[in-house]
């Protein structure tokens, strides 16, 4: 699992206007139920149309089904950021 999958996932679904996508896995080394792959944790700023008029938590579940599979399998924690 790295960035460039959930960037382009990201990408195609929304079309964004800014995007980015940060690997922090390395500040979570040796965390308690961290799978330590230092490909696990990521945080995402991401600006949108398709978010525009929904609330932060509607933006905030659509990126998690986006996102579905790799969050069953790959990504331990995901921050997310809805720039208006």
Do not use: C, W
């Not at 330590?36 to 525009?52: A, P």
Request: net charge positive; glycine share 4%; no cysteine.
């Amino acid at each position: 699992m790295n960035e460039s999958i959930i960037y382009q996932k990201l990408t195609d679904f929304f079309l964004p206007q800014h995007l980015e996508i940060i690997n922090e896995s390395h500040k979570h080394q040796g965390h308690s139920g961290s799978p330590n792959t230092g490909n696990s944790h990521f945080s995402v700023v991401i600006k949108s149309k398709k978010l525009n008029n929904v609330s932060k938590l509607v933006g905030q579940r659509m990126i998690y089904k986006v996102l579905s599979e790799e969050m069953k399998k790959n990504i331990h924690a995901l921050s997310i950021k809805i720039i208006d």
